[in-house]
């Protein structure tokens, strides 16, 4: 079977809390990897596809996590989610970490300064200012800027 990570995976076997943003519940899961951009997690009930989530460890993450928010949570996505069978946790999830950087500037910023807009951007509040308080025209210029530059 095609390997199609985008990035390495480390073996890294521990208990987890796993919760839907907006949710106060926490559901006990269990987590088999971690990579720089994701992990894989086994959960008792299915994870909607698309869906943000905060990990909490149960024991620590491996030390070089650079996306762990101050609480010791990690925000992620769901890219997948399937039935695996078993007893306890009976569906298998990929997630994919939710990085603390703003999507314009590259800036790392603390996760509650960073703003996610309606077409899946994050961003900083100095950027989401300068967006909004911008007249549309020169907003519109600016990116086609970018990107023809970009691509040119």
């Known amino acids: 079977m095609p390997n199609y990570r985008a990035f390495a995976r480390e073996r890294f076997?521990?208990?987890?809390?796993?919760?839907?943003?907006?949710?106060?519940?926490?559901?006990?899961a269990y987590a088999t990897n971690f990579g720089a951009g994701g992990m894989y997690v086994?959960?008792?009930?299915?994870?909607?596809l698309g869906s943000r989530v905060l990990v909490r460890g149960q024991g620590a993450?491996?030390?070089?996590?650079?996306?762990?928010?101050?609480?010791?949570?990690?925000?992620?996505r769901v890219q997948w989610c399937r039935?695996?069978?078993?007893?306890?946790?009976?569906?298998?999830?990929?997630?994919s970490f939710v990085l603390n950087k703003c999507d314009l500037c590259d800036e790392t910023v603390p996760?509650?300064?960073?703003?996610?807009?309606?077409?899946?951007?994050?961003?900083?509040?100095?950027?989401k200012n300068q967006i909004y308080n911008t007249d549309k025209g020169k907003i519109q210029k600016s990116l086609e800027e970018r990107l023809l530059g970009n691509v040119l």
């Open 13 to 28: 076997e521990t208990g987890i809390e796993i919760r839907r943003e907006g949710s106060a519940e926490f559901v006990q």
């Open 42 to 48: 086994q959960t008792p009930e299915p994870l909607p």
């Open 61 to 76: 993450f491996p030390e070089d996590r650079k996306n762990i928010t101050a609480s010791g949570e990690i925000k992620a």
């Open 83 to 95: 039935e695996i069978g078993g007893e306890e946790h009976s569906y298998g999830c990929g997630l």
């Open 111 to 127: 996760y509650e300064d960073l703003h996610e807009l309606k077409n899946k951007l994050a961003l900083c509040g100095h950027c």
